[in-house]
T-cell receptor, first 116, second 114 residues
Framework: GAVVSQHPSRVICKSGTSVKIECRSL??????MFWYRQFPKQSLMLMAT?????????EQGVEKDKFLINHASLTLSTLTVTSAHPEDSSFYIC????????????FGNGTRLTVT | DQQVKQNSPSLSVQEGRISILNCDYT??????FLWYKKYPAEGPTFLIS?????DKNEDGRFTVFLNKSAKHLSLHIVPSQPGDSAVYFC?????????????FGKGTKLSVKP
């Protein structure tokens, strides 16, 4: 079945550094991937839509210069949290859809980012 | 304002009994709903969905009911098993099924006790 792989699963970094998170579709091509974020006791919230070969589209309130998204191939999207701050500490999770229409999203296992 | 609400943060059920997880929504434009299940340290996995043209969809032990007039849906698990213990999220696509902007509820943590 379709698998979305996300790496790393957990990262701790110091304030001011940048962190890159990778999201791969393992057995299918994903022209579009979606990046979500979940703060403690909150629901998953869409941050941005990653489009292969074009610019990502960001949801309202998400800083595109802080959360850099690169979708260089049909199987890889990366999210880079630049100049991370403690308030960026969260659970980041990517997803992709196999097929169109109402086919469900497949999620990676997420990345727990802790900024100290 | 939350468009998808799961008002019960947790639910505890005895093995073999029925688990009923509830979800309410406010956006009358929603026409498709999904339930995801999430274990700790893993991403959500798709469980079952329902289109607004139906009021029930069944898949094995899992049944989702939709009451459009009440803007309410529920997930029934029967019989419940300890392996069903997880967090269950109700979700709806904001712009229709072809988009990735799923609006999620905050989830309900189900504990099935042996």
């Amino acid at each position: 079945g379709a698998v979305v792989s996300q790496h790393p699963s957990r990262v701790i970094c110091k304030s001011g550094t940048s962190v890159k998170i990778e999201c791969r579709s393992l057995d299918f091509q994903a022209t579009t991937m979606f990046w979500y974020r979940q703060f403690p006791k909150q629901s998953l919230m869409l941050m941005a839509t990653s489009n292969e070969g074009s610019k990502a589209t960001y949801e309202q309130g998400v800083e595109k210069d802080k959360f850099l998204i690169n979708h260089a191939s049909l199987t890889l999207s990366t999210l880079t949290v630049t100049s991370a701050h403690p308030e960026d500490s969260s659970f980041y999770i990517c997803s992709a859809r196999v097929g169109g229409g109402n086919s469900p999203l497949h999620f990676g296992n997420g990345t727990r980012l802790t900024v100290t | 304002d939350q468009q998808v609400k799961q008002n019960s943060p947790s639910l505890s059920v005895q093995e073999g009994r029925i688990s009923i997880l509830n979800c309410d929504y406010t956006n009358s434009m929603f026409d498709y709903f999904l339930w995801y299940k999430k274990y700790p340290a893993e991403g959500p996995t798709f469980l079952i969905s329902i289109s607004s043209i139906k009021d029930k969809n069944e898949d094995g032990r899992f049944t989702v009911f939709l009451n459009k007039s009440a803007k309410h849906l529920s997930l029934h698990i029967v019989p419940s098993q300890p392996g069903d213990s997880a967090v269950y999220f109700c979700a709806a696509p904001l712009y229709g099924g072809s988009q990735g902007n799923l609006i999620f509820g905050k989830g309900t943590k189900l504990s099935v006790k042996p």
